[in-house]
T-cell receptor, first 118, second 108 residues
Framework: EAGVAQSPRYKIIEKRQSVAFWCNPI?????LYWYQQILGQGPKLLIQ????????DSQLPKDRFSAERLKGVDSTLKIQPAKLEDSAVYLC????????????????FGPGTRLTVL | KNEVEQSPQNLTAQEGEFITINCSYS?????LHWLQQHPGGGIVSLFM???GKKKHGRLIATINIQEKHSSLHITASHPRDSAVYIC??????????FGTGTRLQVFP
């Protein structure tokens, strides 16, 4: 099966500009996650979707970050306006499928988008 | 104190050496994951453990639930093993807490 797809792979912008990232999860996966990974740290959850509904956005800086998952498949994450501290790798992951009549929660990660804010 | 601690933070080795990376956690978990992250950023799952030991090729992962500790071993290390290794614990069915990672460099 195809993995989690993300684009772009790299993005360089100036502070105060806007940027958007796109994620296509594994087919059939109901849950989609966006993580932010700052250099030298582990990934931090920004937002979690179950189908097209938000399950957890408690750590999303809502004054500048927004995300949507229309139709419960693809998702976009937007930053507007960007700050220097937003420089990070943005990882998308998906999970939750039925295998052998059991719910499987293992997360599968995309290649990430490396954002540099100058 | 972080809920998931890894050690060491950085590790260098000569090709062929045996490598151990440790992970300790302080929360109740249902599973522990070892992940590999290459410089491009993408993460690949190596192991998912809830007890005992798993082996895949030159990689071995162990977990001691009572001591809340896991280790990842690489036997006969190779330069292509150079990556960041991340421990992540599943504290809810759909929630992970990640360690900060161990950066491994293996020199020929």
């Amino acid at each position: 099966e195809a993995g989690v797809a993300q684009s772009p792979r790299y993005k360089i912008i100036e502070k105060r500009q806007s940027v958007a990232f796109w994620c296509n999860p594994i087919s059939g996966h109901a849950t989609l996650y966006w993580y932010q990974q700052i250099l030298g740290q582990g990934p931090k959850l920004l937002i979690q979707f179950q189908n097209n509904g938000v399950v957890d956005d408690s750590q999303l800086p809502k004054d500048r970050f927004s995300a949507e998952r229309l139709k419960g498949v693809d998702s976009t994450l937007k930053i507007q306006p960007a700050k220097l501290e937003d420089s990070a790798v943005y990882l998308c992951a998906s999970s939750l499928r039925i295998q052998n009549r059991r719910l499987e929660h293992e997360q599968f990660f995309g290649p990430g988008t490396r954002l540099t804010v100058l | 104190k972080n809920e998931v601690e890894q050690s060491p933070q950085n590790l260098t080795a000569q090709e062929g050496e045996f490598i151990t990376i440790n992970c300790s956690y302080s929360v109740g978990i249902s599973a522990l994951h070892w992940l590999q992250q290459h410089p491009g950023g993408g993460i690949v799952s190596l192991f998912m453990l809830s007890s005992g030991k798993k082996k895949h090729g030159r990689l071995i992962a162990t977990i001691n639930i009572q001591e809340k500790h896991s280790s990842l071993h690489i036997t006969a290390s190779h330069p292509r093993d150079s990556a960041v290794y991340i421990c992540a614990v599943r504290w809810a069915p759909d929630k992970l807490i990640f360690g900060t990672g161990t950066r491994l460099q293996v020199f020929p």
